[in-house]
């Protein structure tokens, strides 16, 4: 088990590599040059060849490509992403606690949103082509054809404007967090909790299952081994969906004012505020491989047959 663990290890290390190298070009695909976009960015009000030149000297930029290259990755492995165009400020100090909102809201709405899918796809599952679950499946079906700041901002109305139950904006308590939780959970429950009903429903027709009933085992226990069986198969589902969750709450945290990482990248884009764009860009391709990775893991420790490579 250790072995398959530093194999998944080793081979993310490559492709965080290719990562780092693709988001540190994305600096230099602007058709500006980035001593200009630096300026710009500052609000310098008379952009000169000679203010150019110096602002690139003083930043680096007129050394080689490979060599700017080089001293970005090392600097960025100690979360040291440089310092704001904009604000002058270290991009650490700004976007770690920015991402630490987002993370409380990823982590809180993925563990709502996988408890939810678990629940519904077992219902579905058990209540296969009955009431409950062509029930289930239509809302669900509606509910993420609907986009999630149509959702946010209806569920803003209802209660917070109408009944006046729940903050709008920002994140004061833990009243704050129910609704955008609750659109989050909604959007993504509706769509994960197909995959463990069709796992289940998969399982049910196997032949343990027959025998495991032939052998007088109660519902109960029989429901148990399918959802076990069933996870193993959804668990690398659910853990590229935390990565999917963190990078998709931009529209979430805009709508509700939450000061996350979504509503800073969104400042820093509209600003071209590039070493702010380049960390975000690289802090989320580092958790889709991370969760990526992990996820695998977990299926080895499930399945035996995973790790031994059959």
């Not at 999630?148 to 209660?159: G, K, P, R, T």
Request: a neutral charge; aromatic letters at 12%.
């Amino acid at each position: 088990m250790g072995g398959y663990i530093i194999k998944s290890i080793i081979i993310s290390i490559p492709l965080l590599l290719i990562i780092s190298f693709l988001t540190f070009v994305l600096f230099h695909l602007s058709p500006l040059d980035p001593a200009e976009v630096v300026l710009q960015a500052q609000g310098v009000p008379t952009i000169t060849d000679e203010l150019i030149a110096q602002t690139r000297e003083e930043l680096g930029m007129d050394q080689p490509f490979f060599i700017q290259y080089f001293d970005w990755l090392v600097a960025s492995s100690q979360l040291d992403f440089g310092v704001s165009y904009v604000t002058g400020k270290p991009v650490w100090s700004l976007i770690g606690p920015a991402f630490l909102n987002t993370l409380k809201l990823t982590f809180i709405s993925s563990v709502a949103m996988i408890i939810l899918s678990i629940l519904l796809g077992v219902i579905c599952a058990l209540k296969e082509g009955k009431m409950i679950d062509k029930s289930i499946r239509g809302i669900s079906f509606f509910l993420t054809a609907m986009p999630s700041y149509l959702l946010a901002s209806l569920m803003i109305w209802y209660f917070s404007v109408k009944f006046d139950l729940l903050p709008t904006s920002g994140m004061g308590s833990y009243k704050s967090y129910i609704l955008p939780v609750s659109v989050i959970t909604i959007s993504y429950a509706g769509i994960y909790f197909r995959n463990v009903r069709n796992s289940m429903l998969s399982n049910l027709n196997e032949d343990y299952i027959l025998y495991a009933r032939a052998c007088g085992l109660s519902e109960k226990k029989v429901t148990i081994h399918i959802l076990r069986n069933s996870l193993q198969v959804t668990i690398s589902i659910f853990g590229m969906a935390i990565p999917i969750i963190l990078g998709s709450t931009v529209v979430i945290e805009n709508v509700f004012a939450w000061p996350g990482l979504g509503s800073l990248s969104v400042k820093a884009i509209l600003s071209r505020d590039f070493p702010i764009i380049q960390a975000y860009v690289l802090l989320l391709a580092a958790a889709f491989v991370l969760f990526n990775t992990v996820s695998d893991i977990l299926n080895a420790v499930l399945n035996p047959k995973i790790r031994n490579g059959l």
